[in-house]
């Protein structure tokens, strides 16, 4: 999470100079100050991060009045307290003063009911003040009222919305600063708390597609390696030790418990280090740009998946779209809200510049780029046609709203079924193992064969 770190430094006339920066730690804060020092040639004084602070103070008729404030030293907070005719106040600083990033739950809440009171006609520093009271979670509390004084002063809605960005999410960040200066808040809102939806869903369909069926498949071998390692051999071993012969199959699955048993450490390395080498580098913006284009190559998901970045790509588009077709904030910011880093790559690298530098029309500078369908490219160009982009960029994102999550539903389904077959084909086949280890019958003493 971003936090307030306040400078203070003189300049070369000996002025007092102040100022905030943002940071997620205080190296970071402690480099960007640097920069405007050395820019402005200022002698640095001191880096101090905004603390949380709790304060008790005795209030006639009230008894002892509890709280938290945010604040850059505790002596600030006592003045500030005082000004307000809270004296004699005991201020101590919150030990762990972590602040964890909001549920996206609940800021999904906070926008459904933002748009909610602005249809009503409630005043936006009202709705803040009214939901910032009635809200849990302390971090989405505190950004609230935060929100509420920088507007007060006067601050511009974009940026202080942007500060938020890791509270918020970056695309609702930018929709929400961006409906402080639109026209109608209460249908930006309503759009950011769509899209906010259809994201929530689209990583939830994700997760019950490939992420839980992965994972079950991960368990199922796991469970069968350790009966296979573990408590099989403890059993069939009992039959060598007498020199009582083994039926083939156990006899193989021995040996693969002895295999696995030797090599079990260089066999989990050849898993661990390729996962480990892929996760980091799908950390890379490289990485995340092939990852998004292998997906979108896999048979039957990766159409699925493709679709549902168009579909949020347009989404946003329909948003946020003033009017004109070479609007390149509009299509930027649907590119990086897209949740596809080979799309937005294309859109960045290819549509954008065509459209700036050759004065290339929307649809030949999006279809340069490679990466979208063509069932898209010719809805919107019937609707630059007829002129009316925004109505063909809704009917796109709706048209693939319905079918992804018609196919998706179909595609759990499917996924599911052939998971169950997979585990009723692994406990069959260790159950005809068993069996047959249950077959062995040790001579009788003193018998011997003809």
């Known amino acids: 999470m971003l936090k307030e770190?306040?400078?203070?430094?003189?300049s070369k006339n000996g002025k007092i100079v102040q100022g905030v920066v943002l940071a997620h730690n205080f190296g970071t804060a402690k480099k960007l100050v640097n920069?405007?020092?050395l820019k402005y040639q200022l002698r640095?004084?001191?880096?101090?991060?905004?603390k949380t602070f709790i304060y008790r103070v005795k209030v006639p008729g009230k008894g002892v009045l509890k709280g938290k404030q945010q604040a850059y030293t505790k002596h600030e907070l006592a003045v500030a307290l005082e000004n307000i005719g809270y004296k004699n106040a005991k201020i101590e600083p919150v030990l762990l003063d972590i602040r964890l990033k909001p549920p996206f739950s609940s800021v999904l809440m906070f926008v459904n009911l933002a748009t909610f009171l602005l249809r009503e006609k409630m005043s936006f520093d009202k709705i803040l003040r009214m939901l910032a009271d009635d809200e849990a979670n302390p971090t989405l509390r505190e950004t609230l009222k935060s929100i509420e004084g920088d507007l007060k002063k006067g601050k511009e809605g974009t940026e202080v919305f942007n500060r938020y960005a890791d509270v918020f999410g970056r695309f609702p960040a930018y929709m929400l600063g961006l409906a402080t200066r639109s026209g109608n808040m209460a249908m930006v809102y309503e759009a950011t708390a769509k899209f906010m939806e259809r994201d929530m869903e689209y990583r939830k369909k994700l997760r019950q597609a490939l992420i839980v069926p992965a994972f079950t498949v991960l368990l199922m071998m796991a469970a069968v390696l350790y009966y296979v390692v573990d408590i099989f051999p403890a059993t069939a071993r009992l039959f060598l030790k007498f020199d009582i012969p083994v039926p083939p199959l156990t006899a193989g699955t021995l040996r693969l418990s002895d295999f696995l048993a030797d090599s079990w450490f260089i066999i989990f390395l050849c898993f661990l280090i390729p996962f480990i080498i892929i996760a980091f580098w799908w950390r890379t913006h490289k990485g995340r740009i092939w990852r998004d284009k292998f997906l979108m190559g896999l048979p039957i998901m990766g159409e699925l998946l493709h679709k549902s970045s168009i579909e949020i790509f347009f989404r946003v588009f329909s948003a946020?779209?003033?009017g004109a077709e070479n609007n390149i904030e509009t299509?930027?910011?649907s590119a990086e809200a897209c949740?596809?880093?080979y799309i937005e790559r294309g859109v960045k690298t290819i549509t954008i510049p065509l459209m700036?530098?050759?004065?290339?029309p929307l649809v030949p500078a999006l279809q340069q780029a490679k990466v979208f369908n063509r069932t898209t490219l010719n809805r919107l160009r019937t609707g630059t046609e007829s002129g009316n982009v925004l109505q063909a960029a809704h009917q796109i994102a709706t048209f693939y709203e319905k079918e992804t999550t018609y196919k998706m539903g179909n595609l759990i389904e499917s996924i599911q079924v052939f998971i169950g077959l997979f585990i009723g084909i692994v406990i069959t086949m260790l159950t005809i193992v068993s069996s047959e280890i249950a077959m062995v019958s040790p001579?009788?003493?003193?018998?011997?064969?003809?």
């Open 5 to 10: 770190y306040r400078y203070s430094a003189v």
């Open 35 to 37: 920069g405007i020092t």
């Open 44 to 50: 640095l004084n001191n880096i101090l991060p905004k």
């Open 320 to 322: 946020i779209y003033s």
């Open 331 to 333: 299509i930027q910011a």
């Open 339 to 341: 949740r596809n880093a």
């Open 356 to 360: 700036l530098k050759e004065g290339m």
């Open 443 to 450: 001579p009788a003493p003193g018998i011997t064969g003809f």
